[in-house]
């Protein structure tokens, strides 16, 4: 399996309309992948609180337009990052795009923890509920968001629902980059599924972001890693080495907690 993380860079100088256009171009140069992935709110930028709504669109909007269509021309599975949506009753969600390579949309997911600590995305926008997979031909994915990463939870309920294959799209700032790699890493281990984990290039609202996006397999090997400025990172994987990972090491057969509620006593 192909897969292409499209680590691009937001910068203010960049209006949303002219990035939407130049991601979609990026995305129609990935034929022959699998599995396309952008970031998190690309179009606006993770930090910039200031613009979330004003730029908020709908499910349907211009974003879901155009990667409906970069999609089914290059015809691939695009995982299309997240956009700030903004939901029939006028909240706002920081909300993952999927589609097929028909151009449909797979499957969308509303982020369940948001960043903030009482401030920014934490209070502009709502939580999402439910965990979400997709079933692709090749692997099944979990979906994820950026601080998302920092709660296993979240990771496991995906697995029990079948997740081999964890994307993880993000707008993680650069002072924290070390927390990023390790956090990737660990979910990978912990899990014994691939993640699939691309951030953004350039500075949102002042706050340098990371970049390094990062591949890494069921034993927590790094299978390819960016740099720190824009670029497409591709790599090949065996999706088939998470059953052969988890039958030769079945430790996920040995958890205890989490799997049941305790009994009253």
């Known amino acids: 399996m192909r897969a292409s993380l499209i680590q691009i860079a937001v910068n203010e100088d960049e209006t949303p309309e002219v990035r939407r256009l130049r991601a979609a171009a990026l995305v129609r140069e990935q034929a022959g992948a699998d599995l396309v992935v952008l970031p998190e709110l690309w179009t606006t930028g993770a930090f910039a609180f200031d613009d979330f709504d004003a730029r908020a669109e709908a499910l349907t909007g211009p974003t879901h337009e155009a990667m409906?269509?970069?999609?089914?021309?290059?015809?691939?599975?695009l995982h299309a990052g997240s956009v700030p949506e903004r939901a029939p009753d006028g909240?706002?969600?920081?909300?993952?795009?999927?589609?097929?390579?028909?151009?449909d949309l797979a499957a969308s997911y509303r982020k369940i923890h948001r960043f903030g600590f009482d401030k920014g995305e934490a209070v502009l926008m709502g939580a999402g509920r439910e965990p979400v997979t997709v079933r692709l031909p090749e692997t099944h994915l979990g979906l994820a968001t950026c601080y998302d990463l920092r709660f296993p939870e979240l990771f496991r309920s995906l697995v029990d629902a079948g997740a081999e294959t964890l994307v993880i799209p993000a707008g993680w700032p650069e002072r924290r980059r070390a927390h990023w790699t390790l956090l990737a890493q660990a979910r990978a281990v912990e899990n014994q599924a691939f993640v699939l984990a691309c951030g953004t290039a350039g500075t949102h609202?002042?706050?340098?972001?990371?970049?390094?996006?990062?591949?890494?397999?069921?034993?927590?090997?790094?299978?390819?890693?960016?740099?720190?400025?824009e670029e497409v990172l591709t790599v090949e994987f065996d999706p088939a080495k998470v059953a052969t990972t988890r039958e030769q090491f079945p430790a996920l057969k040995d958890r205890v907690m989490g799997l049941a509620a305790?009994?009253?006593r």
């Open 68 to 77: 409906a269509k970069a999609a089914s021309d290059t015809g691939v599975w």
């Open 91 to 103: 909240r706002l969600y920081n909300t993952s795009l999927v589609f097929s390579p028909s151009g």
């Open 205 to 229: 609202a002042g706050v340098p972001q990371a970049g390094h996006s990062i591949v890494v397999d069921p034993w927590g090997e790094v299978l390819a890693e960016a740099g720190a400025d």
């Open 262 to 264: 305790p009994h009253p």
